[in-house]
């Protein structure tokens, strides 16, 4: 069962690196023969991730992917707890898959991911939910076919979170969404402990992978024809840290850029941690893309002392220019909270000289979501929601302002593009990525999809652009 305080904990205990964690018996290995999985996976980039994994376990024991939750006969929930909003969608989900249950007996029912490692969530399963099978978090999804094997064998809820710092678990098999793009983790769980965010309690204290299983996967997707890795990590910029190897992210950034992979992007970065010497590596390799998502929050000095967040407003700034003066080129994207407790309208009027100086390419803005557990869901809080409603309205008219003119730079421009597929919205039109992570639509032939190419620009938009293939 997951404990808040427990979760909480940081010691001084080593974080040990197991390789052989994961194992299958012969029984395992047939028990999902003939049975299909869904996963619906919500949040961040690590449950994108996460998802991978869990896929290539589930067909490590003959379980099948379907598209469909109708034809499924095991559905997981991999969820996020970042936000009020992802909560309430997954409980809202859960009502749908219960009619379902109730037409199919045998359906396994699973929750696992983030929220599954809040204590105030398994609670409510346990007295609402009683008819979902399995619960598991994030620290042991390389231990789900056992879990897996207990729940179906005796027929009965099998809860299994563990409120720990957490090791490094290595070895765990992958079924990767894409053939050309890959996420990679350099690390996992975070020691920030921002005062609104429930991740360190849900993801562990901060431990980085050593540097020789980053690079062999990395070498690896290489053979394999990748041309792309994101290095994911709460904080990325604090990798190696806990290491205690003279070892750190610039080191990382530099022999991941060596192994010759086309395009190297990482998330996400805190302030506090980026260094000058990240900065230099970024700018020295072509190959490490001149794209940053550098997370703001606010842009009001007392508002980042309340969330924790170790930095002021000029200090963000600072780093804000030192990165776009370095960097050729370099696309600059964020993340804003409004509404944090008791955020008066100066405060949130400094956010807006922020976004006015600093004009990001987009950000993600968003209303605060107070999480149980956290200190800020302590906090009086005597902003009306209309109120943070009008705030977020006014902020992302700005963001969309800016957006559209950091487009408009690349219009009649050549871009390198890697295209990822065919778009969702029209079959004859392939989308892709640039160096600079703007979304491209382009016309073309299918042959491409796989490769970079260069693409000349014909028509802007504030979310993305069209073009053409030069030369096509």
Aim: proline share 3%; charged share 30%.
């Amino acid at each position: 069962m997951p404990n808040l305080k427990e979760a909480q904990k940081r010691t001084n205990k080593k974080v040990l690196v197991k390789e052989n964690e994961y194992f299958l018996n012969d029984a395992l290995k047939v028990l999902g023969k003939d049975k299909k999985y869904f996963i619906k996976t919500y949040g961040c980039q690590m449950n994108e991730h996460d998802t991978e994994n869990i896929k290539a376990i589930l067909e490590d024991m003959s379980f099948i992917e379907t598209d469909t939750m109708e034809s499924a006969d095991l559905i997981l929930m991999n969820t996020c707890a970042i936000r009020e909003n992802a909560h309430n969608k997954v409980f809202g989900y859960l009502g749908r898959i219960k009619h379902l249950k109730e037409t199919k007996p045998n359906l396994i029912v699973g929750i696992c991911g983030c929220m599954a490692q809040e204590e105030a969530v398994v609670d409510e399963i346990l007295k609402k939910y009683k008819w979902i099978d399995i619960v598991f978090g994030t620290h042991n999804i390389h231990n789900l076919p056992n879990i897996l094997n207990t729940s179906m064998a005796k027929k009965r809820l099998e809860v299994e979170v563990l409120s720990i710092e957490g090791d490094v678990i290595e070895n765990i098999p992958v079924k990767r969404d894409s053939k050309y793009k890959a996420w990679v983790n350099i690390m996992y769980g975070c020691d920030k402990f921002c005062t609104y965010c429930i991740v360190p309690y849900t993801r562990g204290k901060q431990r980085s992978r050593e540097p020789k299983y980053i690079l062999e996967e990395v070498n690896k997707l290489v053979k394999d024809g990748y041309l792309e890795v994101t290095l994911l990590g709460q904080n990325v910029n604090a990798y190696g840290k806990d290491l205690d190897i003279n070892y750190g992210m610039a080191n990382l950034l530099e022999d991941v850029a060596n192994t010759g992979i086309k395009r190297i992007r990482f998330v996400t970065s805190h302030p506090w941690d980026f260094t000058d010497e990240m900065i230099d590596i970024i700018s020295k390799y072509d190959n490490i893309m001149p794209y940053i998502h550098l997370p703001l929050q606010s842009g009001s000095s007392k508002i980042l002392k309340l969330m924790g967040r170790r930095y002021t407003k000029e200090e963000y700034i600072s780093l804000f220019n030192k990165i776009k003066e370095k960097i050729p080129n370099v696309s600059i994207t964020t993340d804003i909270i409004v509404g944090f407790p008791n955020e008066t309208e100066d405060d949130f009027n400094e956010t807006l000289e922020v976004v006015n100086a600093c004009k990001f390419d987009s950000a993600f803005t968003f209303i605060f979501s107070p999480r149980v557990g956290t200190p800020a869901a302590r906090m009086q809080d005597g902003i009306c929601l209309k109120e943070k409603e009008q705030r977020l309205y006014r902020l992302n008219e700005l963001i969309n302002k800016y957006s559209l003119e950091a487009n408009q730079k690349y219009l009649n421009k050549v871009v390198p593009v890697l295209i990822e597929g065919v778009s969702e919205k029209d079959d004859n039109m392939l989308v892709g990525y640039t160096d600079t992570m703007k979304l491209v639509n382009v016309e073309g032939s299918k042959d491409y999809i796989g490769s970079i190419v260069d693409v000349y620009i014909t028509d802007i938009k504030t979310w993305s652009m069209n073009g053409k293939i030069k030369n096509d």
